[in-house]
């Protein structure tokens, strides 16, 4: 599939013309869970997670039998300031790994019958240190939205997208900070968990970006493209397509949530199609999904990214479903609804 821009202003344009949930098949739904046999609202939040995917599936009775799994992988060329535990080359490290099926996000994705696909990209030249400049060209910030549009599958009925790169917690910290105000502090945490030392050294590093593009943080593509990195512009570019197909997503953690942030300060409403996963264990996740409106499904303490947490609740979304259109009406059941 080929993308529809080739311009961080196009794409802005395409955020702008996005296709919203079917109402009809929202109405239908809703006429159905009225009539399925329990008491109203007895299956509590499952009954709204139904609704909200039947109207982006445009059925009042939908299925989820093709879940898609994507893992962006990048290097952070901040990563030189001393702000992970891990050295960069753990992650094609971990993408090998990812590979040969040895990661906990190849063993979510069987379990709930997604298909994982994996994505390096160019893991050999790492983003450039934001502290000193933008991270990315726009160019290489257009190519990474590129690469997760095209990496989405029209066919699948949900999303997972998840990421791998180290230093990339400095990087979603750093966006949080500028699309959201507050100090550094706020928004870094241990990330690969570092100690105490390391962490007031990201904490450092990511002030020190703030100030060095304070200029520069009025426009979210602008922030992506100064402070992110190819991973997650790449799930930026995954999200918004998913929108455009009309496939709804499952937000991982931190990380992610960094990346739909950006959508959703470009555009109002861009992430109506979506749902947080799960709140993880990095401190400013939680600060992150209050801003977006986004109640988490799970709160299991998961702080390991690849879309770990999103497609554990894979499974909380396919039971609200299989509730939603496999359970009989009173009708059908010959059970009194009075």
């Not at 069987?110 to 934001?130: I, R």
């Amino acid at each position: 599939m080929t993308s529809l821009f080739s311009t961080l202003s196009e794409f802005q344009s395409v955020l702008s013309d996005m296709p919203g949930p079917d109402r009809d098949a929202i109405a239908g739904a809703e006429a159905r869970n009225g009539q399925l046999t329990k008491p109203p609202g007895a299956l509590g939040r499952l009954e709204e997670l139904a609704l909200w995917y039947a109207g982006w599936r445009g059925t009042d009775r939908p299925q989820i039998t093709a879940p898609q799994v994507l893992v962006f992988a990048g290097n952070h060329g901040v990563t030189a300031q001393g702000v992970s535990a891990f050295p960069a080359e753990v992650t094609a490290q971990m993408v090998a790994n990812f590979q040969h099926g040895g990661a906990a996000i190849n063993q979510l994705s069987d379990l709930h019958g997604a298909k994982l696909d994996v994505h390096p990209l160019d893991l050999e030249t790492p983003t450039q240190d934001f502290t000193t400049g933008p991270a990315m060209s726009e160019e290489e910030c257009v190519a990474a939205l590129q690469a997760g549009w095209t990496a989405v599958d029209p066919e699948a009925d949900l999303l997972v997208t998840g990421e791998m790169g180290i230093g990339n917690t400095t990087s979603a910290a750093a966006i949080g900070a500028a699309l959201y105000g507050g100090n550094a502090a706020e928004y870094t945490g241990r990330g690969t968990g570092v100690d105490e030392a390391a962490l007031a050294q990201k904490i450092r590093v990511v002030a020190s970006a703030l100030r060095a593009h304070e200029d520069h943080l009025d426009e979210p593509l602008e922030v992506l493209r100064r402070l992110g990195g190819r991973e997650i512009a790449a799930m930026v570019g995954a999200i918004a397509a998913a929108r455009y197909h009309r496939v709804p997503v499952i937000l991982d953690g931190f990380i992610c949530t960094a990346a739909a942030t950006v959508l959703a300060e470009a555009q109002d409403g861009m992430l109506d199609h979506t749902v947080a996963g799960h709140l993880s264990a990095e401190g400013a996740h939680r600060r992150m999904l209050n801003a977006l409106g986004k109640e988490p499904l799970l709160a299991l303490g998961l702080r390991l990214g690849e879309g770990s947490g999103a497609a554990l609740a894979i499974g909380i979304l396919k039971g609200a479903i299989a509730c939603h259109s496999g359970m009989a009406t009173f009708a059908e059941a010959g059970v009194s609804d009075s």
